[in-house]
């Protein structure tokens, strides 16, 4: 049998994600999911030519990335088990599969970026001018004023680029 750990990130990222694995004719290993394989790392991490019995894969949680689902297919005979209830729950991050002779097993671990944001502060010489801006995102312009101390921020933004103007 096989066993197959597919890494999907929203947005597709490079980020590394680490995995411990234990059980026969497994081992530790890394992926990342930024839409190619050219990178050194792949997406994916296949264990082929597995004997039965049980092997449990574990994602190292990484700042800044919330795991937000494992989904395992192509268990008909094997037993998986995701986390301590056998379906996933915000927290777990371990898979633990008995493989059944001649089963192969695939599991996507899918992690979100976590939103973002963007802190604008002014420092001016003088506390009575104030200053205009423009917050552009996609195809969004915000324009806002500040004054010598004052802050403006701009939360759950998602990863992308971000154009400040004064």
Partial sequence: GSITIIKDTVPNNG??????????????????????????LSNDRVFSDLEPGSRTITETPVAGWTLSDV???????STVTIGADGGFDAGDT???????AGENVTCTYTNSAQPGSITIHKVAPTDYQ?????FIFGNQTQT????DGQSIVFDNLASG???IRA
């Fill in 130 to 134: 104030r200053f205009s801006f423009r």
């Fill in 15 to 40: 980020q590394d994600f680490s995995y411990t694995a234990t059980g026969d004719g497994v081992s530790n290993f890394t992926l990342d999911d930024d839409g190619t394989d050219a990178n050194p």
């Fill in 161 to 163: 680029t971000y154009v």
């Fill in 94 to 100: 371990s898979v633990t599969i008995n493989l059944a």
């Fill in 144 to 147: 806002f004023q500040l004054g």
């Fill in 71 to 77: 989904v395992c297919t192509g268990a008909t005979n």
